[in-house]
T-cell receptor, first 116, second 110 residues
């Protein structure tokens, strides 16, 4: 058990809908990372937050947004969903702030999103 | 595009044999990490090697890093069925992103 909790584990929805994925980092970790894993794209970095502030942005679509709350949990919002958004979405946390000090990431078990 | 690329894409070995996989990357790094992912599960950190280190061991794992060739290798000795998984390298850059390769799928046959 990594200590990172993601909900929901599975989600099935229709095109055009909006969903929110939730992540609770390990106790004490200030950094939260979001990754998307699909068969054709592999593991893609979406976004990183550190202590409530956005630190880095990757290949995150404009239809997607995220935030980290004062209690350090994070949410990833996906809107106007398309078939191609079907994927495993992982949250990871780290004690480090990122950048040159990016150390070990602790991954949750993921949220599997299926868009029909 | 991926910063790190693992090679081979897939590997099938007999239990007890060694498994070696390689990772090549494109730009200078601060550290390189290896992760394991069992099917459909979250990634688990295996080992981190810093840019000023050349070799690191952890149990049955041995990682090497050659910064002049921009490559790393992961060796799993005396493989077990439980080692069946996908293995990813990840590179830490100055831009705060930890970028993962496409992974090597290892199957250990009993």
């Amino acid at each position: 058990d990594s200590g990172v909790t993601q909900t929901p584990k599975h989600l099935i929805t229709a095109t055009g809908q909006r969903v929110t994925l939730r992540c609770s980092p390990r106790s004490g970790d200030l950094s939260v990372y979001w990754y998307q894993q699909s068969l054709d794209q592999g593991l893609q970095f979406l976004i990183q937050y550190y202590n409530g502030e956005e630190r880095a942005k990757g290949n995150i679509l404009e239809r997607f947004s995220a935030q980290q709350f004062p209690d350090l949990h994070s949410e990833l919002n996906l809107s106007s969903l398309e078939l191609g958004d079907s994927a495993l979405y992982f949250c990871a946390s780290s004690a480090a702030s990122g950048g040159p000090n990016t150390g070990e990431l602790f991954f949750g078990e993921g949220s599997r999103l299926t868009v029909l | 595009s991926q910063q790190g690329e693992e090679d081979p894409q897939a590997l099938s070995i007999q239990e007890g044999e060694n498994a070696t996989m390689n990772c090549s990357y494109k730009t200078s790094i601060n550290n390189l990490q290896w992760y394991r992912q069992n099917s459909g599960r979250g990634l688990v950190h295996l080992i981190l090697i810093r840019s000023n280190e050349r070799e690191k061991h952890s149990g049955r794992l041995r990682v090497t890093l050659d910064t002049s060739k921009k490559s790393s290798s992961l060796l799993i000795t005396a493989s077990r069925a439980a080692d069946t998984a996908s293995y990813f390298c990840a590179t830490g850059l100055n831009d705060y992103k930890l970028s993962f390769g496409a992974g090597t799928t290892v199957t250990v046959r009993a």
